[in-house]
């Protein structure tokens, strides 16, 4: 049971350059969140989707575009990385009805030199 | 907007005591998260509390929410090592349907012999 899945654990970009962070649940749930954490900060919700086609933006949205062309996938993309958006990012899913628990994939580590 | 607050922030307790975190809420919400993320790994959830007066437990962990007082408490009872981790709140705001969760900064909790 693989739960939500994120790739890759870790990645050094180059300021300016672009990248897309993956994202895959197998748990059909409708719901699915980006998060960023940064010391002292907890999480900030980035962008979230609540169903296929459908997505909006977080506290932090500046940076970053998704889209969610399918049930189980929702990729996050830097378009042009800032030092500013190194941090541990996190991918998240849950049924999408209110007062359901999220599952957490394992993170992405992320340095913008 | 909502916004969530933690206290402590950081917390160093011997094992064998008690203790409690507590977290704070601007908005009127009846759905209230909390979660556990050991050092480097993902977050997992722990209780999920959806109603004025709601209490959970899970071995030496007792979750509550005073949606009046817009304060949930983890309390720790008699601590071990096994609970050093980071504890965070998050907060639904009151929709029909799930939406943007706001979570607290954490509280970084060790528990030394």
């Known amino acids: 049971n693989a739960g939500v899945t994120q790739t890759p654990k870790f990645q050094v970009l180059k300021t300016g350059q672009s990248m897309t962070l993956q994202c895959a649940q197998d748990m059909n749930h409708e719901y699915m969140s980006w998060y960023r954490q940064d010391p002292g900060m907890g999480l900030r919700l980035i962008h979230y989707s609540v169903g296929a086609g459908i997505t909006d933006q977080g506290e932090v949205p500046n940076g970053y575009n998704v889209s969610r062309s399918t049930t189980e996938d929702f990729p996050l993309r830097l378009l042009s990385a800032a030092p500013s958006q190194t941090s541990v990012y996190f991918c998240a899913s849950n049924r999408g009805t209110a007062g359901s628990e999220a599952f957490f994939g394992q993170g992405t580590r992320l340095t913008v030199v | 907007e909502l916004k969530v607050e933690q206290n402590p922030l950081f917390l160093s307790m011997q094992e064998g005591k008690n203790y409690t975190i507590y977290c704070n809420y601007s908005?009127?919400?009846?759905?209230l998260y909390w979660y556990r993320q050991d050092p480097g790994k993902s977050l997992e959830s722990l209780f999920v509390?959806?109603?004025?007066?709601a209490v959970k437990q899970e071995g030496r962990l007792m979750a509550s929410l005073d949606t009046k007082a817009r304060l949930s408490t983890l309390h720790i009872t008699a601590a071990v090592h096994d609970l050093s981790a980071t504890y965070f709140c998050a907060v639904e705001p009151m929709k029909t349907s799930y939406d943007k969760v706001i979570f607290g900064p954490g509280t970084s909790l060790s528990v030394i012999p």
């Open positions: 908005t009127t919400s009846d759905r």
């Open positions: 509390l959806l109603s004025n007066g």
